[in-house]
């Protein structure tokens, strides 16, 4: 007789669920003093960073606030040679072998899902970004920064006496990697909570899992918000402990950007949506602008190449010098599109009285942001798109509110978060992120908290995924094509896309994609109507694996 089934506590299984205590053992205490020493190490990297731009940027550019604001044609001419200058360095890093700068660089998104790190090439990558933000490339710092944490975490956990003691597994080797990523995102977004949840929601959607092991998803993810926890805390003190041993010569968020309008409670909700979708429309034509650029930049590519040596490519060098001149050229029309976008944005939140005459260099500021932005992404400079796009939504959220008399805490916050989420699907990392940019001003009223919520929320729900395709289908159409063949190629062209669509979220490098994609050795197959597709080994043996 067989004996009788035991119950189980509905407690019981939840005790369960989390698996061992990972805390008891000693493995974990060491690995925990590695990302301690992490860090230590990307938090004083990331200041030196930041402080490096600092010193760059207060060279040459005129931070004249009232003066950019009353007309155009405001900056300075040089401008254009200093970014084009910008160009030329990044071109030399990416060209020259002693740098080993890789060839493609996926970037915030793609390293996360691949949970591969570049560690012989991170010298290089936070070199080129260091001196293209310096010189008022209009790109962020998260991704080279991120690129950077991951390689740190990647070499140190390599060495020996590190994987005896802290007995690495294949496993805890890939998730040690997120832990450095979270670490160096918080040394420039100087908000650790908020750094370790991006890094998790992206990781989520990005659709890799660690390898299965004895312990569970619950035991992996709370280990993850311990060690990157720990990490990102100590890149943060590390900061600001070098921010006052230097006193202080650069803003960050929490000095700078205290919007004071009261928010009118019942129009937060309608707020939030209006934000929620014009965040979306400034995403969508972010990616448009990047997609078309990207296709014109690899055909000058190509035709620069054939005057150049075959030892290395002369386009890859001359691209970024095209991009950042006309970069420049946006700078000098609009100066508040040089950099990053942090310090205008700064400057536009201090800035209490703004009158509607001076709202169509605002709106225009926003819209030749995303130009520039794409310019720059596009011909090849290193960078990404985070603060970026936070200035273009909350210049955008300015312009309206000075315009209508709506309010302004309420439009900037909302549209901020909502210009990322429809790139960035990880809403409570941008709820988060709105507070903080904000100074905590987003939290004192529940009305901006919710207006903030929903624009989130639609800012992920109508993110420009799948309008990548048509976009991309687009660019594909041939004069005297038939329907069929148009069909097609459409067809083929969003299988290319397909997989690799996750690394067209952050800097997507899409210049070398598609010189990937559309190399010239690849073969043209059709029929005789002329119905054909692209067709490489290399596209044949990525497909099924990533496009599951």
Known sequence: MPPPQQRISAHQEVVESFGPAFARTTAFWWLSLLSLLVGLLVGFIGWLHIYVVYVMNSAWIQNNFQGQLSGFFTGRVWYIGVVAGAGFTNGLIQVIPFFRYPRRLTYLFGEIKSLHAHWEAAPSIILANTIALGLGASIGPEAAIAAMGAAVASFMSSFEVASTRCRLSTRKRRMFVLVGMAGAISSVFPAPPIAVLLVYEIFLVSEEHFEKSASNDTRDYLEFIALSGLCASVSYAVLHAMIIAVNEPYKTFSDGLKPNNTPFAGAAPALGMLAG???SALSYLFLFCQLVFSRVALRIKRKIDTFGPSSFSLGRLLLPVIGGAMSGIIGWICPLTIGSGLEPLISL????????????????????KIVSLALCLSTGMTGGIIYPLFFIGGSMGTAISAYT???????TASLSASALASHIPAPIALWGMAIVMFNGGVGDDWSTWLAVII?????????????????????????????????NTRRNTIQRIAVLEHQLYL?????????????EKDE???????????????????LPELSK
């Open 524 to 542: 043209i197959e059709g029929d005789a109507e002329g119905e054909g597709s692209i067709v490489t080994d290399k596209t044949k043996t990525k």
């Open 455 to 487: 624009a989130v929320v639609v800012g992920c729900s109508l993110g420009v995924k799948e309008d990548i395709f048509d976009l991309v289908s687009l660019a594909g159409r041939k004069r005297g094509s038939t329907r069929t063949s148009r069909r």
């Open 277 to 279: 979708l014009i965040g």
């Open 507 to 519: 800097n997507t490098g899409i210049g070398d994609i598609l010189d990937d994609e559309l190399d």
């Open 405 to 411: 008399g709506w309010d302004r805490l309420t439009l």
């Open 349 to 368: 939140s201090e800035e209490i009285n703004i009158t509607p005459s001076e709202t169509p260099v605002i709106f225009a500021s926003s819209l030749l």
